[in-house]
């Protein structure tokens, strides 16, 4: 036992600096497994962000934990010990994604728990759970838990999303539900208090009709420029073309909300927040200057990613503001943070066919200028692996090309006045932000080697910048308990 300890300790203590695919400023987990972003808050002038985590193996959630790191600026993330463990009978089957609530000086952490029932139909069942915080560390949970037991909802009702308004407390939950024809569909539930403790249905504000699929994942729900957004992950959406082409979807509603009649007035059809093949269960906070600000998981569900064999799974996005454009559609861009992770300048200038870029730690910011009237072609190099983002000025699209099965994404695009990319490559991402942040591709690749950017033959770029980017990610993290090995290796 202690030999393995050893060799266990020894192990994750070099995982981030020898392992060529952890990424240098993304958050990613410390060891083990991450998926979806929880409890996203600004908190005592500290950015506090809770995750899905299973710090025992990197191959899949298993009875899942809320993960826990802590930044000022979104960029230097620091590890800190579990923050909730499946320690209790309503979540002793994990201990599933929620939000944070922060008033009157406290953090109020509330979440799903997840109960088991082996050989039963169904087979789990799911609880709305509190648990509180004075200073952002030191957690517990609500001795008289849990606050709603979902009688009537079960037993898929998950993902509390919580905000505040006048004197009023209020809830998105998603759920699932049986339609006219006995098929399972999506939906949001809306839930008020006036305690943040006793919690009671105020309204149904969205139906799947069979075209969003059958559950309604990480619901939020907030105002944006005058407008409201319900931003969600349904299930079981069928693609469309180019469309939906996913396992699982990530996207938004623009409507109205009225507090007085607590109903939802979509504006606009359902649309994809980004158009990647790794982009889930979003989740948003004010930072300090109130501005919204989402972030993502930058994975799918189903995918055995050679990063599991390296003991660690998942990262998230980079925080990105939103901000309302038209025809429905929200902006993305960077946190203006972003300067705090920006290295030294590779290359800038026009930019030929042909032209090679190394990189620099596998990282760079790429910002272009170019004609709209011209295709463009870059490729991401690696040894015998390449990814090609390319625009195609007759046909209006951006494509991302990732190679090997399942290799593209593409949509719509055309540019207004100058094209205009930003590019961030990450040891094992790609994101591309177009225009405005009006379209944006999410994506995770594998190079086997260092990493090269070479423009295609046929192009030309007006203005091209190409910086590396800091280790910004603090790698020197807490390690596992004896406790923690002897649960591993058992």
């Known amino acids: 036992m202690i030999t393995k300890l050893i060799t266990f300790i ?3 203590s070099r995982l981030a600096a020898a392992n060529n695919l952890y990424p240098k400023y993304h958050l990613s987990p410390d060891r083990g497994w991450m998926n979806d972003p929880n409890g996203f808050c600004f908190f005592n002038g500290v950015y506090h962000l809770f995750y899905q985590h299973n710090p ?46 922060v008033d009157a000086g406290k953090m109020y952490l509330y979440y799903t728990g997840n109960v088991y029932h082996e050989g039963e139909t169904p087979d789990h069942s799911q609880y709305q759970a509190l648990a509180t915080s004075d200073d952002g560390y030191n957690i517990v949970k609500y001795e008289m838990n849990p606050i709603i037991n979902g009688s009537g909802f079960q037993p898929d009702l998950r993902d509390p999303k919580i905000w505040k308004h006048g004197d009023k407390y209020y809830m998105v939950l998603g759920n699932s539900f049986k339609g006219e024809s006995n ?41 944006l420029d005058g407008h409201w957004v319900l ?22 509603i623009i409507g109205d909300f009225s507090y007085d009649t607590k109903t939802f007035t979509p504006l606009y059809d359902f649309q994809e927040l980004d158009h990647g093949h790794d982009f889930y269960a979003t989740q948003t906070t004010l930072d300090e200057d109130g501005s919204r600000v989402v972030i993502a998981w930058m994975d799918m569900w189903d995918q055995n990613y050679p990063e599991m064999d390296q003991g660690f799974a998942g990262q998230m996005t980079l925080a990105r503001k939103l901000k309302l454009g038209k025809n429905g559609i929200l902006l993305q861009k960077p946190v203006k943070d972003i300067d705090a992770a920006r290295g030294r300048v590779l290359h800038s200038g026009v930019t ?12 760079a910011e790429i910002l272009i200028r170019s004609s709209p009237l011209l295709n463009l072609d870059v490729f ?20 991302l090309d990732r190679g090997g099965k399942d290799a593209v994404r593409r949509t719509n695009w055309r540019p207004l006045g100058k094209l205009t990319w930003r590019l961030y490559i990450d040891s094992s991402s790609i994101e591309l932000f177009c225009g405005n942040g009006e379209v944006t591709f999410s994506s995770r690749f594998f190079p086997t080697g260092p990493v090269s950017i070479r423009l295609g033959r046929q192009s030309m770029i ?20 004896a406790a923690e090995t002897t649960s591993q290796s058992s």
């Open 56 to 101: 025992y193996s990197s191959y899949g959630p298993g009875i899942v934990h809320w993960g826990h790191a802590v930044s000022t600026d979104f960029f230097h993330w620091k590890h800190l010990p579990v923050a909730l463990n499946p320690d209790q009978w309503y979540d002793d089957g994990g201990v599933f994604s929620g939000s944070c609530l």
């Open 462 to 481: 007006d203005n091209m910048t190409v910086r590396s980017m800091k280790q910004t990610v603090d790698i020197s993290y807490p390690q596992p308990t």
């Open 231 to 252: 931003l969600f992950s349904p299930q079981g959406v069928k693609p469309e073309g180019d469309k939906y082409k996913n396992l699982f979807q990530t996207g938004h």
């Open 352 to 363: 030929r066919g042909g032209k090679v870029i190394k990189l620099v730690n596998n990282t």
């Open 183 to 223: 098929e399972t569909l999506g939906r949001i539930l809306l839930w008020e208090s006036s305690d943040k403790i006793n919690w009671e249905k105020a309204s149904i504000l969205l139906e799947s009709d069979g075209r969003l699929g059958y559950m309604f994942e990480c619901p939020d729900f907030f105002e």
């Open 380 to 399: 991401i190099e690696s040894e015998g692996n390449q990814v090609q983002i390319s625009y195609d000025h007759q046909k209006g699209t951006i494509t």
């Open 10 to 12: 020894f192990f994750y």
